[in-house]
């Protein structure tokens, strides 16, 4: 596998994992039973999987009214993007030896 392939197989991944713990949170708050940490919503979502964690947020609709949720998700969405675009848009330093 190149490079390429394995980024975007990460990518898909940790976002599918974003989207499923949001399921599976709102599905354990409406059984009272124990919940996955807020701590760790944000960690898959600052790891990569903040477009699955905003899809499951609205699908599910959970977390929809805390605004660490709410204001948090988009603006790690955000910084992801600016990230992606300063590196996609880094100057190449070729060197030959």
Do not use: C, W
Not at 23 to 31: F, L, Q, S
């Amino acid at each position: 596998m190149d490079v390429i392939t394995l980024l975007l197989v990460y990518f898909v991944s940790v976002n599918l994992i974003g989207f499923a713990f949001m399921g599976i949170d709102k599905y354990k708050a409406k059984k009272r039973a124990f919940r996955i940490p807020e701590a760790t919503l944000f960690i898959i979502a600052i790891i990569g999987g903040s477009i699955g964690s905003l899809l499951g947020m609205y699908a599910f609709r959970h977390k929809t009214r805390h605004r660490s949720f709410v204001y948090g998700m988009p603006f790690i969405l955000l910084v992801q993007l600016a990230l992606l675009i300063a590196f996609l848009n880094a100057p190449i330093e070729i060197s030959i030896i």
